[in-house]
């Protein structure tokens, strides 16, 4: 996730900054700039890399004292010097950094174009600060207000011009930005750490919020230019738990983020008419007269590319298979044509995934990308792709991304099944639907200390078993993998009909099993493999949303869904697996953030 750090008052701003930009980097950055007021010039350094290619390229640190610092996590525009914030004005007046995603930055750039106004990188950023340009007669604050106006997307920016040495300017619309305070000198930036060992006093700034910093004062006002009065909020955590934004691990973190990531996930991606609309995606063309997919991908991206599977299928009536990359790779795949091959990776690195990816090649067939990283192999290497903005991801285990994979695949499903009339009516419903999922799983997380005493309960189970059917199924196999990478315990996902078929043998007094219960049409076969595992002294857990709670009495204990859509449900349905697993982990001590045995990138077969 990109990160900021801005400075003004009586001590040097580069040396503030770098420290500051270091603080932030286990939230991961490709890339790192700096731009500080020297006399009346903007001096600007960006590079790609770490930020120790950055503290070498300015050698001795100037004296500044103004000035704003960037580490990058690209969005738009391959990891680069040129990419790297801060941005600049055409005359070099105005510098800005900026966290977020500009969504209407197409149509913006193209009629500042127009306008006579050059571009250097191929950033959405840029084009804010074209546009603060494009407003400014003297007065920063103003042009800064104006260009709001025009902005549509999330972003948290700090901004300098040159020829207001005494102000910087930050504003916020969903994406974090606060402010330090100190004596004689304030900072900006996106994340506590990044200013905890010089205050601990800040402003969070809300939502739609513009702040004009000095050396000795901070104004608060609202877009509509209206005063805030806001309290100082003191910070209490430690700077170990301030990098996990007060959570005790990063997976805990992560988990809490998908609401949010799921926000950014959909962005641009819903049409006028309320539909999804993957035009603006890039990978359109390649979604035309498809007559067979293969979804590619390993461990936890596989289990979205089930997910994908079922959608696929259903919507858009396209033959679907997914399939483990390090499979799919030795396998004699009778291709046929019209065929497009999707990859899903968080990393973009993994090397079967990659492996697969290029098979597709060696055959013609194009390949869609589902990824997390930009610039990373797969996306480089794929005909087009999608990002998954899930923001970096430090806990080994994943969450927030497979969150965003599973719902990249709905829009997928959706997008494709557009050609078909007859899917009119369903595609703009699941669409409208697809917009209530973030609060429905901030609904879902509020049920965190229910699953913390069940995990609790259990945390002494040598085994569990995980059962569902149809989508249930692939939310299972995530559910269990979830469980045993990171607490160590064994755990089996069974599509539930299957289980007679050899396992049931396993279950005995005790055993818990996970039973995920969402699809109204298959709850009378649920219920009928719960009654088998009861009956040999298992302890159901139901996962199920409140209008199926009564046909899930018998079960032993329930975690309600909020009434979701059944085809939607594996967005909810998976965090409480996501949240048994990490405290079960807890429990049992294990370390969470970094299992035993398991990497974060596997970049070998
Ligand atoms: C499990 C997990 C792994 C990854 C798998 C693929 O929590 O994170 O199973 O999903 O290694 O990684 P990517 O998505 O980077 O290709």
Redesign the pocket.
């Known amino acids: 996730m990109c990160g900021i750090m801005g400075y003004i008052g009586s001590g040097n701003a580069v040396p503030l900054i770098l420290d500051g930009l270091a603080r932030l980097e286990y939230r991961g950055y490709d890339s790192a700039g700096i731009a500080i007021l020297q006399g009346n010039e903007i001096q600007v350094r960006k590079k790609e890399g770490r930020l120790s290619g950055l503290i070498e390229a300015i050698g001795q640190p100037p004296a500044a004292d103004l000035g704003i610092g960037h580490t990058r996590w690209a969005t738009h525009g391959i990891p680069s010097d040129r990419n790297a914030h801060p941005h600049q004005s055409c005359d070099e007046r105005i510098a800005l950094v900026h966290n977020g995603i500009l969504e209407n930055y197409m149509a913006l750039k193209k009629e500042l174009c127009e306008e006579g106004h050059r571009f250097k990188s191929e950033t959405d950023t840029e084009v804010i600060v074209h546009l603060i340009e494009k407003y400014y007669q003297d007065d920063l604050e103003a042009a800064v207000r104006e260009a709001l106006t025009h902005m549509q997307g999330s972003y948290a920016i700090a901004v300098i011009s040159r020829d207001e040495p005494q102000k910087l300017i930050a504003a916020k619309k969903d994406s974090p930005l606060i402010i330090g305070l100190g004596e004689g000198e304030n900072y900006v930036a996106s994340d506590i750490p990044a200013i905890l060992h010089k205050t601990d006093q800040v402003y969070i700034l809300q939502d739609e919020e513009l702040a004009v910093l000095t050396a000795d004062r901070v104004a608060i006002t609202d877009f509509s230019s209206a005063p805030v009065e806001r309290e100082i909020f003191k910070v209490t955590w430690d700077p170990v738990s301030a990098e996990k934004g007060g959570y005790e691990h990063f997976m805990l973190k992560e988990i809490h983020e998908q609401p949010r990531v799921l926000t950014e996930t959909l962005r641009g991606m819903i049409g006028e008419d309320g539909s999804v609309d993957m035009s603006g995606s890039g990978a359109e063309h390649l979604l035309r007269e498809v007559k067979k997919i293969y979804i590619v991908?390993?461990?936890?991206?596989?289990?979205a590319g089930l997910i994908g599977r079922y959608a696929i299928e259903k919507l858009a009536r396209i033959p679907v298979e997914a399939d483990i990359?390090s499979e799919f790779r030795y396998r004699d795949v009778l291709w046929q044509p019209q065929t497009l091959m999707i990859v899903?990776?968080?990393?973009?690195?993994?090397a079967d995934?990659l492996a697969a990816l290029r098979e597709a090649h060696r055959h013609g067939v194009p390949v869609l990308a589902v990824?997390?990283v930009v610039g990373s192999s797969?996306a480089r290497e794929a005909d087009a792709v999608i990002y998954t903005h899930a923001g970096p991801?430090i806990a080994?285990?994943?969450?927030k991304?497979?969150i965003s994979?599973i719902l990249v695949m709905y829009l997928l499903a959706l997008q494709l099944a557009r050609p078909r009339p007859e899917a009119g009516d369903g595609i703009r419903r699941l669409s409208a639907e697809l917009l209530k999922l973030p609060a429905q799983v901030e609904a879902v997380l509020k049920q965190e200390a229910q699953v913390k005493a069940l995990a609790q309960k259990y945390q002494d189970v040598q085994s569990t078993f995980f059962l569902g059917r149809g989508l249930d199924f692939a939310v299972a196999m995530e559910g269990a993998?979830?469980l045993k990478?990171?607490s160590y315990v064994h755990a089996e996902a069974y599509a539930a009909g299957e289980l007679k078929h050899g396992p049931l043998a396993l279950i005995d007094h005790g055993v818990p099993v996970l039973a995920l219960i969402t699809q109204s049409h298959l709850v009378d076969k649920s219920i009928s493999n719960i009654k088998e595992v009861k009956a040999r002294g298992a302890v159901v857990i139901a996962i199920c949303p409140g209008n199926l709670a009564g046909a899930c009495a018998e079960c032993d204990e329930q975690i309600l869904l909020p009434d979701i859509d059944d085809f939607l449900s594996p967005l909810a349905a998976v965090v409480p697996l996501q949240l048994f697993a990490y405290y079960m982990a807890v429990f049992r001590q294990a370390d969470v953030d970094k299992p035993k045995n398991?990497a974060?990138?596997?970049t070998v077969e």
């Open positions: 991908a390993c461990g936890t991206a596989y289990h990359a899903i990776s968080q990393s973009g690195e993994t995934t990824t997390n797969v991801e080994v285990a994943s969450t991304a497979y994979q993998l979830k990478e990171i398991l974060k990138s596997v």
